[in-house]
């Protein structure tokens, strides 16, 4: 009996395309050992994206592409995931204690953009991933009601503040520290003063991806993110609607001048599902996110129903991955949650913490 070539396994490997990356796990560097004993074969396989409801599925596929080597014997196949800091815009250094900074933007209002940040950042959190979530809309803060969390955060030293934990979730928004009624009538540079005291004044804890839920339109926040904060990716929100589409293309098209790379798309309100017979209709057009997707050579991540439930678990400060984790809109989020972070992990990692300072002085 002829033993087992490393090649042939390599080959194998290199025609089982992983769905999140789309791409074979050999040219998106998953595949980080290949052992071959005879006729026994150990592979490792390490994921660059939180993917802890994906691994067994993906350990028994690789398993079975495997059994299909002539005389194979005995089969050990490791699956893991490991999250690492990705490169950001020039000049700028990841902040400390957060590998990925992930913006979630809108051209425009009512999109179901922040319940979309919200719901991915928790999906992550589901998948293995240890998450943040800024509330970066400083004149309506939405995040504190989704998650069902109020009062000033804790500041043990007077100068910082601790984040906000819902659901595993660290959170920091204006909602915490004004009243629930108090307007927030601030010009331009007060309002990005506070965008970048919630950020670097906050002691975020070992931070894998933090989510920053963007307010809509293109405006000074949006040019504060762009330009001093160092942002690994961006997701933009749309519906089909063309209106939302002329405003999530002006969005992009912000995120392109700046060198943010744009992660993805989340069409929002895809499909209408009556609650009463089930019954489909696309209240606001349809084709519209894959349309956008295509012109501007990006991946639709994924479609999101305009469901009631998703509207109510929200409201309630239990959002639909937490409230109904089971159900088809959770799978959903989770999926496109997926996607993201490996649309991230394909990209450039970041080096600049392995290179000591080198300082020169007089002696």
């Known amino acids: 009996m002829a033993s087992i070539d490393k090649t042939a396994v390599e080959n194998l490997l290199k025609h089982f395309i992983d769905p999140n990356v789309e791409t074979d796990l050999v040219s998106a560097k998953s595949v980080k050992k290949i052992s071959v004993d005879g006729n026994d074969v150990s592979v490792v396989i390490e994921l660059g994206y939180p993917a802890k409801s994906y691994l067994e599925e993906l350990k028994a596929a690789v398993t079975q592409r495997l059994q299909t080597l002539p005389d194979v014997g005995k089969l050990d196949v490791s699956v893991s995931f490991n999250i690492v800091s990705h490169s950001v815009q020039k000049a700028l250094k990841p902040l400390p204690n957060v590998k990925n900074i992930i913006a979630v933007a809108s051209g425009k209002g ?94 975020w804890q070992d931070v894998d991806y933090l989510i920053i839920d963007l307010p809509p339109g293109t405006g000074d926040i949006q040019l504060t993110l762009a330009q001093q904060i160092p942002v690994s990716g961006a997701v933009i929100v749309t519906t089909p609607q063309d209106i939302a589409l002329i405003d999530a293309q002006r969005g992009l098209g912000m995120f392109e001048k700046v060198n943010v790379p744009i992660l993805g798309l989340v069409e929002n309100m895809s499909v209408h599902i009556c609650s009463n017979c089930g019954h489909e209709e696309a209240i606001f057009g349809q ?77």
């Open 110 to 203: 009512g999109v179901g953009k922040s319940t979309t940040s919200v719901n991915l950042a928790l999906a992550l959190a589901a998948e293995g991933a240890n998450v943040g979530i800024l509330d970066a809309d400083i004149y309506g803060p939405s995040i504190p009601t989704m998650l069902g969390l109020s009062g000033k955060p804790d500041s043990p030293d007077g100068k910082s503040m601790l984040p906000k934990i819902s659901f595993g979730v660290q959170t920091i928004s204006i909602g915490y520290l004004i009243d629930p009624d108090q307007p927030m009538i601030w010009r331009g540079p007060m309002v990005t003063g506070a965008l970048q005291q919630l950020l670097n004044q906050t002691q």
């Open 287 to 363: 084709g519209g996110g894959v349309a956008m997707a295509v012109k501007n050579k990006l991946d639709l991540l994924g479609s999101l129903p305009l469901d009631i439930q998703i509207r109510e678990y929200a409201d309630s400060g239990r959002p639909t991955v937490v409230a109904d984790p089971d159900g088809r809109p959770a799978q959903i989020y989770k999926a496109i949650a997926r996607k993201m972070a490996a649309k991230l992990a394909m990209r450039a990692r970041d080096y600049s913490g392995r290179f000591p300072n080198i300082v020169i002085q007089n002696t």
